[in-house]
């Protein structure tokens, strides 16, 4: 029997992954604000306040993460 965490595609990738994926994806904090309007890619950006925000609020984290999850397989072809 197959382990269904295995068709998640975000098994095993931290959100600190995810996040240093999109910036460098992005070529930076300002094109990532303007995908995801939250106040925390926007005004005085970094890793450790996002990773704070995300892990509290869990609609911005599924924004972040479906974008991942769209830009990685794009990305893949």
């Keep these: ?3 269904p965490a295995t068709k998640n595609p975000l098994h ?3 959100l600190e992954a995810i996040l240093n ?5 992005y070529e ?3 094109e990532l604000g303007m995908k995801i309007r939250i106040k925390c890619f926007n005004e005085n950006p970094s890793i450790s306040s996002s990773l704070k925000f995300l892990r509290k609020t869990p609609w911005a984290r599924k924004k972040v993460e479906d974008l991942y999850v769209y830009v990685s397989r794009k990305d893949r072809k």
């Design 1 to 3: 029997m197959k382990n």
């Design 28 to 30: 930076g904090w300002e």
């Design 12 to 14: 095993g990738i931290t």
């Design 21 to 25: 994926y999109l910036v460098v994806y």
